[in-house]
Each structure stands twice: as structure tokens, then as C-alpha cells.
């Protein structure tokens, strides 16, 4: 046989047991292997007998050159094929690929909105002195609203400029007072209540208002109750819930389900890093007042022998006097950014 017959055979040998090799792997490492066995440039069994293609004779040099370059072709081709198939079944497998240089991703974590803070602080403390929570209904009707409540339907609140109107007949609470209402209508004095919900108003929607918005509302009644216990309740929560230096102030005011009627200021006693003391100015946080009579006879407890007091506060405001927070809009926007600085 020619010098060049016993190359091309042996080419050809090569090339068989190459593809056997190829198909035998199972990974990507394995198939690098084989490449470097028969196409390493320097141990290569291929590139071996390109080397010995110089000590030929030019006639059969064209020949075994030739039948060289096919059989790398050939292999090359048959490598990729193999790669792109391991390629194929790492991504089937639905495992991607993880780049462990970036940074890492904090989990989103859940906080309480800030009034839902400031209303169960304040409940907190209410409950310590002990007031039950309790809620009644959002949609409601004029008497609970304003009849019962002492008001008449031709106050200016109960106008439709300021309230709004259910078709049907009723209406969305325009305050939190009608809860007072409801309880002494199911429960007989002693009546000790926290109730906190929405309330709503014909409202424009801007940096102080909301046409929705959250209230709580107070009320205690019972036998001899006085102006007495109405001043040093709320004095007393007005201590644990702004501090001990906290100062009250009761000012003369006017609503019809109270008689007499109160405005409650309170002025807080800030510390500084420094250690001097400061105080704010008189900050008005509540209605409040005496249950006028003519509310307990409308639900048929008898004011001679019954008394009581009543507070309707804005979480909201309290909120943002607390939190430093200048537009109510931010607290019902719903806005992640805002709202995660409570976490
Ligand atoms: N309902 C009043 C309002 O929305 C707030 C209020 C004032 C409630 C005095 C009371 C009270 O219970 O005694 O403006």
C-alpha cells in the first residue's frame, strides 16, 4: 500500500472512532476531552498526522492533506453539534443560569399603615383604662347620623354640600358619632367604647382634607359621671399617648350631641439633643364634650340618672403631627415608597 493510502485509512480510522467518542460523552467537559485527544494542536491524533505531511512526497501530500482537513471538518462540526445538544437540555431543565457577583435583592416586608399605628396606639391606651373597641356601620341612616345625635336635618352639616347621599335613601356616615347611637341602643350603662372607621364628606380632595377618612370616636356612660372624670380621662391619655410634660387645654366649643362642648388642645414638651426642653404650640386634636341629655332619651336611657362624655378625634392628623407628615393625600395614596418608611 502507498505512503498516502495508509495515511487516508488511518484518517479514516481516526475519524470513526472520534464520532464513537463524541456520541459516548454526556457533558460538556467530557466532549472538551475528546476535542483535545484527536484536534489538540500539539497531542492532537489529527494534528499529529498533519505534522508528518511535510516528510511526504509531493504526489502523495495532496491527497493525505486533503482527507486531513475533511476529517477536522468533519469532527468540528460534529463537537459543535454535541455542544449545542448539552446547551439545549441545561436550559430544559429550567435551571438559569445565576450570576452570584450581583448584589442581592431584599425581600419586600409588610408594614402598618401610619393611622393604623397612631389608632392602635391610641385604643392601646383606652383599653389600659378601660374601653372596649366597637364599630358600627359605614353606610347609614339620617337619624343615626344627626336625628339621634341631637341634630336637626336643617343643620348646615346635614346639608348636601356637605354630606354624601346614598340613592336609595341613607347615607355614608359624615362622622363616627352614630356608633354612640348604636351601642347605647344594644348595651345599657356602664358603657365604656373606643370606635375607631371611616367617615366621610363631600370634601375637597387637597393637602388638609380627604373626602375619606378615619375618626375615632369616644364615649363613656354611666352613673355620676362628671365633668370631673371627662377632664381627667383625657388628660390622662393625652399624658401616656404625647408624654408626661404634655400640657391640656379645654377651650369652649359647640356641638349639638354635647352640652357643655369642648375644643381639647394639647401642647407637647419637645427634649432636644442637647437636653433643653421646649414646648410646641397649642395643637387642637379633639372634639369632645358631655352627652347632652336629649341624645340619651333618644335611645331611652333615662338622663337623670346617667351621664356620660364623648370625644371624636382624626388619627390622621395625629399621624402627621406625630410623623412630621405636611399633606394628608400621602397617608391615602397608598404610595409603597411613603408607606415602607414605617416598616
Ligand atoms: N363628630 C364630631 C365631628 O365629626 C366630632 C366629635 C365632637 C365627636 C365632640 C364627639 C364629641 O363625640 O363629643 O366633627
Known sequence: MSEAGSLVDELRALEREARDAITGTSDSAA???VRVAFLGRREGRVSRILRQLGGLSPEARPAVGAEANRVKQVLRGALEERERRF?????????????????????WRGARH????????IC???ARLGFTRARGPEAETEWYNFVALNTPLDHPAADEQDTLYLKGGGLLRSHTSPVQIRILERYRPPVRIL?????YRRDTWDATHAPAFFQIEGLAVDEGITFVDFKATLSEFARRFWGPGTR???RPGYFPFTEPSAEVDVKRRVVGADGSVEETAWLEVMGAGMVDPAVLENVGIDPERYSGWAFGMGPARIAMLKYGISDIRML????????????
Open 87 to 107: 446547551a439545549r437540555e441545561r436550559a430544559d431543565t429550567g435551571t438559569p443560569a445565576r450570576d452570584l457577583t450581583l448584589p442581592g435583592r431584599d425581600r
Open 248 to 250: 391640656v387645654r379645654f
Open 124 to 126: 392601646d391606651i383606652f
Open 332 to 343: 391615602y395614596e397608598n404610595d409603597i415608597r411613603f408607606l415602607s418608611q414605617f416598616a
Open 195 to 199: 370606635a375607631p372607621g371611616p367617615a
Open 114 to 121: 401610619p393611622v393604623t399605628l397612631v389608632v392602635d396606639e
Open 31 to 33: 466532549l472538551e476531552q
